[in-house]
């Protein structure tokens, strides 16, 4: 069974203050590993796809990182616009379409 | 833009009651899927469609039904809704060239309320 492990929950961060969401994952032969962020009320959004260990991708303050074994969202000085949930989720190789899996989220507060 | 409809933002129904939700797409996407999302448990997987009248049970499809008379609509079913139920529900679409980029599109969701 596929599993997505998402620490810590929640994050307070002060703005510049930099720092790193995990996402652990077990799956039978990885596909590829997104991230999403989610303001409060919405959907979710798609941020980034990593298909292979050593991959990188970055999007403004945003850098994801991908291993054998989990993922990191990295966040360099922070905004309060940044506030969000992160979500990671993770496809195997054996599932058809766009099916995915999700963690339960990074909740990430931002202040002034 | 990619754009996700769901017809109800907030819904409040009784134990035993029918409910429909509705999602509809503007891009002519081949795949839509009901996730529910709870607080703890993330986003979870209920059916998904690969193509009108197709449908495949996700990870929790107990007590839900799906319906995909057209390729832009895709309907959950609850035919007779518990408690257990109250949940925030998300739509999402993706095209076939989107198969193996993990981008859904989401709409707003549908918060559910059964008392």
């Known amino acids: 069974e596929d599993q997505v492990t998402q620490s810590p929950e929640a994050l307070r961060l002060q703005e510049g203050e930099s720092s790193s969401l995990n996402c652990s994952y077990t799956v039978s032969g990885l596909r590829g590993l997104f991230w999403y962020r989610q303001d409060p009320g919405k959907g979710p959004e798609f941020l980034f796809t990593l298909y292979s260990a050593g991959e990188e991708k970055e999007k403004e303050r945003l850098k994801a990182t991908l291993t054998k074994k989990e993922s990191f969202l990295h966040i360099t000085a922070p905004k309060p616009e940044d506030s969000a949930t992160y979500l990671c989720a993770v496809q195997a190789a054996e599932t058809s379409g766009s099916r995915l899996t999700f963690g339960e989220g990074t909740q990430l507060t931002v202040n002034p | 833009d990619v754009k996700v409809t769901q017809s109800s933002r907030y819904l409040v129904k009784r134990t035993g009651e029918k409910v429909f939700l509705e999602c509809v797409q503007d891009m002519d996407h081949e795949n839509m899927f009901w996730y529910r999302q709870d607080p703890g448990l993330g986003l979870r997987l209920i059916y998904f469609s690969y193509d009108v009248k197709m449908k495949e049970k996700g990870d929790i499809p107990e007590g839900y039904s799906v319906s995909r008379e057209k390729k832009e609509r895709f309907s959950l079913i609850l035919e007779s809704a518990s408690t257990n139920q109250t949940s925030m529900y998300l739509c999402?679409?993706?095209?076939?060239?989107?198969?193996?980029?993990?981008?859904?599109?989401f709409g707003e969701g549908s918060r559910l309320t059964v008392l």
């Open positions: 999402a679409s993706s095209g076939m060239h989107q198969g193996f980029t993990g981008e859904l599109f």
